[in-house]
């Protein structure tokens, strides 16, 4: 599996920017993917995941109401729009596909959750 994520950037606080993530290798449209990140001197954390089929999504509690995701499986890809964007909201950002199949978009969240793993993507907000 290879997942290939663009669109980061540099952008001002309160600005916006899309993050897009391609996989290959096997069928993208069943497996629940997902977005992680990591700041400088911090662990990777969750940020967002969506189910296999579109319908059921899940947030971590510091981009809510800010972030959206989605896929095309048409393109074999999910995006992640990121608006109202904060300094805090400056990481390498991960797209992450779920290795074997899980419940719920919520599942992709869970640290026991096996995964493959795309290059990052480097967003940076400036204040």
């Known amino acids: 599996v290879q997942l290939q994520a663009s669109g980061g950037g540099l952008v001002q606080a309160g600005g916006s920017l899309r993050l897009s993530c391609v996989a290959s290798?096997?069928?993208?449209?069943?497996?629940?993917m997902g977005w992680f990140r990591q700041a400088p001197g911090k662990e990777r954390e969750f940020v967002s995941s969506?189910?296999?089929?579109?319908?059921?999504?899940y947030y971590a509690d510091s981009v809510k109401g800010r972030f959206t995701i989605s896929r095309d499986n048409a393109k074999n890809t999910v995006y992640l729009q990121m608006s109202s964007l904060k300094p805090e909201d400056t990481a390498v950002y991960y797209c992450?596909?779920?290795?074997?199949?899980?419940?719920?978009?919520?599942?992709?969240?869970?640290?026991?959750?096996?995964?493959?793993w795309g290059q990052g993507t480097l967003v940076t907000v400036s204040s």
């Open positions: 969506i189910f296999w089929r579109g319908d059921n999504t």
């Open positions: 992450a596909q779920a290795i074997r199949g899980v419940t719920s978009a919520q599942g992709m969240s869970a640290s026991s959750t096996p995964r493959f």
């Open positions: 290798g096997r069928t993208f449209s069943v497996y629940t």
